[in-house]
């Protein structure tokens, strides 16, 4: 079992990732955020950090997720706060003419040598939620985040997502509290046991 949670900056994908981890007994991979040296730099100047930003997300990605195609991991099942994909996702915002060019040609030859999650959680929410949660967890490298920023950013989640020819769950995630109810979180943890459930019975 390989479950993948996804959305926006600040939506909730770690918490939800380590409640369903702890739910199937499985490996929680989380994505490596605050160790990339350039990422506050890039808040700060976008325009002089963006290529150096994907790249080492890129790889280091790419470095984890490979990871998990070790004989014997899966037995007990993976989750993951993050979809390779995504970080095409950010490129295409952030990169232009032939930064971009140089990075789709690196995606390309990694994307094909990852293992396809069983089913993605989309947790989706528009900009005024994920404003608020990104206030909430307080890191500061993210509080000049801009709405116009965010608002782009889900815009191309929704795109990417309509077409994603893979098993796919979208919550809408300002309907869940699932870090501070109880109630909540088993609600949308059942939700997710039945698409994964209805996804067994497909295969």
């Known amino acids: 079992m390989y479950i993948v949670v996804e ?3 600040g939506v909730g994908k770690t918490s939800l990732a380590g409640r369903l981890a702890a739910r199937y007994g499985a490996e929680l991979n989380l994505e490596i955020v605050e160790e990339n040296p350039f990422l506050a730099r890039f808040y700060e100047q976008p325009e ?9 997300f890129l790889l280091s990605r790419f470095k984890q997720l490979s990871a998990l195609s070790q004989p014997g991991l899966f037995a007990g099942g993976v989750v993951s706060d993050y979809l ?12 232009k003419d032939a930064e971009f060019s140089l990075y789709e040609d690196l995606y390309s ?5 990852l293992p396809t999650p069983d089913l993605v959680v989309y947790l989706r929410a528009d900009t005024g939620e994920l404003l608020r949660r990104i206030a909430k967890r307080g890191r ?7 709405a116009e920023y965010l608002a782009d950013l889900t815009a191309r989640y929704d795109e990417y997502f309509r077409s994603y020819p893979h098993p796919l769950l979208t ?3 300002a309907g869940y509290d699932f870090v501070a109810s109880p109630d909540d979180e088993e609600r949308l943890l059942t939700q997710i046991h039945e ?3 209805a996804q067994s019975a497909a295969d």
Do not use: C, W
């Open 84 to 95: 390779f994909d995504k970080d095409f996702i950010f490129a295409a915002m952030n990169l």
């Open 109 to 113: 030859h990694l994307s094909p040598r």
């Open 140 to 146: 500061p490298f993210e509080q000049g985040m801009q």
């Open 7 to 9: 959305g926006p900056i």
């Open 171 to 173: 919550v809408q995630a």
């Open 48 to 56: 002089t950090y963006s290529f150096q930003v994907q790249v080492f």
């Open 195 to 197: 698409a994964l459930n």
